[in-house]
T-cell receptor
Framework: AQKITQTQPGMFVQEKEAVTLDCTYD???????LFWYKQPSSGEMIFLIY??????QNATEGRYSLNFQKARKSANLVISASQLGDSAMYFC????????????????FGTGTSLTVIP | DSGVTQTPKHLITATGQRVTLRCSPR?????VYWYQQSLDQGLQFLIQ???????AKGNILERFSAQQFPDLHSELNLSSLELGDSALYFC????????????FGDGTRLSIL
């Protein structure tokens, strides 16, 4: 089974509107981290937001918020007040420990969602 | 600026050749990760090092190898290159802890002719 699933290859949103990018994950580990990254056309990977598996509240960073539904194993990214500069690929990722001493970690990435903001 | 430095930014070489990609992690980060991003495969995890030792292994080919040195910089060696190895290679570093994100370098774009 895929560890991270992003079912929206492409999304369009009107400027100043909000948009939700979907992400579901699969793990049996009670301790994990969920992350969203943005990759603009220039290629760099930019960290946006983090949600821990034990966090009770949804994470928020500026215009980004994470809608975390643990029972459904979903971690959707919400971008409010979209801007033209938000046009990019967005990747959902999960961090799992691979060693008991927490020095080994593996990050699993989804296939990404291409977001286009329309003026 | 993520604080992660990758060199070179671009590399063009021929099939059968060998190349070395270099990465300097963010100050204080002990973990280094290597990824390959191609159009048809997405972002593929290759390998992770922590303080000089291999800690996790992903879809890394036998023709590829990596190491992390005492000063924590890392190198990814790609040998017997094939056309299909053309991709963007990312290095990322992170601090220890499940809540720590990876911070990515700008990548090395490898083109095999």
């Amino acid at each position: 089974a895929q560890k991270i699933t992003q079912t929206q290859p492409g999304m369009f949103v009107q400027e100043k509107e909000a948009v939700t990018l979907d992400c579901t994950y699969d793990t049996s580990d009670p301790s994990y981290g969920l992350f969203w990254y943005k990759q603009p056309s220039s290629g760099e990977m930019i960290f946006l937001i983090y949600q821990g598996s034990y966090d009770q509240q949804n994470a928020t960073e500026g215009r980004y918020s994470l809608n975390f539904q643990k029972a459904r194993k979903s971690a959707n990214l919400v971008i409010s007040a979209s801007q033209l500069g938000d046009s990019a690929m967005y990747f959902c990722a999960m961090r799992e420990k691979t060693s008991g001493d927490n020095t080994g970690n593996q990050f699993y990435f989804g296939t990404g969602t291409s977001l286009t903001v329309i003026p | 600026d993520s604080g992660v430095t990758q060199t070179p930014k671009h590399l063009i070489t021929a099939t059968g050749q060998r190349v070395t990609l270099r990465c300097s992690p963010r100050s204080g980060d002990l973990s280094v990760y290597w990824y390959q991003q191609s159009l048809d495969q997405g972002l593929q995890f290759l390998i992770q090092y922590y303080n000089g030792e291999e800690r996790a292994k992903g879809n890394i080919l036998e023709r590829f190898s990596a190491q992390q040195f005492p000063d924590l910089h890392s190198e990814l060696n790609l040998s017997s290159l094939e056309l299909g190895d053309s991709a963007l290679y990312f290095c990322a570093s992170s601090a220890q802890g499940i809540n720590q994100p990876q911070h990515f370098g700008d990548g090395t774009r490898l083109s095999i002719l």
